[in-house]
């Protein structure tokens, strides 16, 4: 898209305002809110400048307290240039004469910002272009909705949400008919926002609910992702409900999952170069290198896949999350399940993410993991078909690692990773994620008060 194709939009649309920005560290889409002149005047190819602090604070906007070369009091928290991608502009369903643009972040002297999760999937991309794939991706993510406005939450602390839709009733179409008031508004004002949807469900927790993103080009899917994640929660505000990705947000019922899917075309688009007739199950070469990469970093990687605390209490045996490195063909029990009875749709899903992630950067480790594997022809571990992946025992696959902590010590020691992300990138994410487990480390729990308090 150009300008003059943005300006035929917003004159026939009578937009007056641009909701321009991108996401931080932690995949929050964060931006500002420009009157449309300002977006014609020079904003459109110049940018708009934010504070730094966008990448030198957490989740909840406290200040990291941790060591960080880009930002930080000792820099003086100077300016970045948020310069919009124009193929991501988009009239916002249901926000009156609004368009929305999802920006790359550049340094004041015009360099990409490296530490930008945006930037980081492009790089990946690129490589895999330079090795003449064109990566295709899909995301699949759960959420639940909770009878609760902001302000109920807030006061409540968070604590014993009202559910939506009581007890579990997965694929239950007379159940699901009793909010198609919200998810049928989903469904007509994404497609309205040019985020294509293949299908939606109801889910295997109470007031959980699936939406499966169509298959598209991998930048396209993050971008789709981003924006879908952001607007069911501006969707459930206006409905006075309370949105939630995060990962599991009560002990004993299913996660949220970010389940993606990829594959690798030839570069034109027209050939789905991860099917092969000629070989078992359909699995070509590329594909089978492709897992044994993913596989292969899956360790190294889970930091990216799983960025907080909560993030592992989603790996819990028998629960549809991965337990270990497995992989097999249509097996919801692996970490890497393979699809492959049709050219068109052959592909790998990585079922290790949660819906916390951060959609470029989890893009962008399942890409970088498989062009890893193709480089260095490496072979996966036993192709799971009709087996319980998790009744394997750990010396013939690996665990997932436990813990945040865990994962951080692994992400470090990771010359894949610094290959394929930067060693800047890698030293930025590495301190934020320490910031975390500071910041968690310090709190006291409701379970820590019901376990200790009386008793100790």
Not at 229 to 257: C, H, P, R
């Amino acid at each position: 898209m150009n300008i003059d194709q943005v300006r035929e939009i917003i004159e026939k649309e009578q937009i007056d305002t641009i909701k321009l920005g991108g996401v931080d560290i932690d995949g929050v889409y964060r931006g500002k809110r420009i009157p449309v002149r300002e977006f014609l005047g020079s904003a459109w190819n110049k940018g708009v400048c934010f504070c730094d602090v966008l990448f030198g604070w957490d989740i909840q906007n406290q200040i990291y307290e941790v060591p960080l070369k880009f930002t930080g009091w000792d820099t003086g928290y100077g300016d970045i240039v948020a310069v919009p991608d124009l193929n991501t502009f988009r009239v916002v369903p249901g926000q009156e004469k609004t368009a929305s643009v999802l920006c790359d972040y550049y340094t004041e002297h015009g360099e990409l910002l490296n530490i930008a999760p945006r930037s980081v999937l492009k790089k990946v991309i690129a490589k895999a272009n330079e090795l003449g794939f064109r990566p295709y991706s899909a995301s699949e993510l759960e959420f639940y909705l909770f009878d609760e406005t902001l302000k109920t939450m807030n006061e409540k602390q968070f604590s014993n949400p009202k559910v939506l839709l009581p007890g579990i009733h997965c694929y239950n179409l007379v159940r699901s008919s009793a909010v198609e008031y919200i998810i049928g508004e989903v469904r007509r004002r994404m497609d309205q926002y040019n985020i294509e949807l293949e299908a939606c469900n109801t889910e295997y927790g109470p007031g959980q609910f699936e939406v499966n993103l169509k298959y598209t080009d991998a930048l396209e899917q993050a971008d789709r992702t981003v924006l879908y994640k952001t607007y069911i929660k501006e969707i459930a505000v206006e409905k006075n409900l309370f949105a939630s990705f995060m990962a599991k947000w009560q002990e004993g019922i299913s996660g949220n999952s970010f389940h993606i899917h990829q594959s690798l075309w030839d570069l034109n688009g027209t050939q789905n170069l991860f099917y092969d007739t000629n070989n078992p199950h359909n699995i070509s070469d590329t594909m089978r290198y492709f897992a044994g990469g993913v596989l292969a970093t899956l360790h190294e990687f889970t930091a990216l896949y799983a960025p907080t605390i909560n993030s592992y209490k989603r790996f819990v045996e028998e629960s549809y999350a991965p337990f270990n490195e497995t992989w097999g063909i249509d097996n919801r029990t692996v970490a890497c399940r393979v699809i492959a009875s049709s050219n068109k749709g052959a592909r790998l899903e990585n079922r290790t993410p949660g819906a916390d992630g951060n959609p470029y950067l989890v893009t962008a480790a399942f890409l970088a993991g498989g062009l890893y594997g193709i480089m260095n022809k490496i072979e996966p571990p036993k192709l799971l078909v009709r087996e319980n992946g998790y009744n394997l025992p750990p010396e013939i696959a690996k665990p997932l690692p436990q813990n945040l902590t865990e994962s951080i010590e692994a992400l470090r020691g990771s010359e894949v990773a610094k290959q394929f992300f930067g060693e800047e990138f890698i030293d930025h994410y590495l301190s934020t994620r320490l910031w975390e487990i500071k910041v968690f480390l310090k709190s006291v729990t409701d379970w820590e008060r019901k376990r200790y308090m009386e008793m100790a």
